[in-house]
């Protein structure tokens, strides 16, 4: 999937409609990451700790993890994201060509469920991209471009959760 005409703000596109009238539950939320081609695993484990960490953070849900065994039984939500396409700045290539390097960019795409039913309640995408105009450490970078697309999936399931909780 590409997502054309999306700003740099990156936001949410493609949301269906969330698909259920019934409460799901906010104990657990578990987390799948999944790249569409081989040689994403750096990409893969960030993205996944970035979700994690901050959704943790946020504190909406009772636990969350991204192995289904800690959810002990507990009822709540599946965050399945894959990366879709990406195209990687690294450090060494914004510092040698600074604001004239091209922007890291990524494309997830996430489908959220009802961990006990695995009843599908909304799909999405998101778009991350890097800033571009500096050279300092860690911006214009593919981490920043991976940091933005987890902060916009953290977002869309707090939204997700606020209109389906109990």
Known sequence: MTLTGCASSGAIRHASPIATSSPVSIDFALVEISAGSDGLEIERHLLDELIVSELRGRNVFGDVDEKLADASGSSGIKIKVEIKEIKRVSKGER???????????????????????????????????????????????????????????????????????P
Do not use: H
């Open 95 to 165: 510092e040698w060509a600074g604001a004239l390097a091209v922007r890291a960019q990524i494309v997830v795409e996430a489908a959220v469920s009802d961990l006990s039913s695995g009843k599908l309640i909304e799909t999405f995408a998101a778009q991350g991209e890097s800033s571009g105009a500096s050279n300092l450490a860690g911006t214009g970078t593919t981490e920043e471009a991976i940091q933005r697309a987890a902060e916009q999936v953290v977002a869309q399931v707090i939204n997700i959760s606020r209109q389906t909780a």
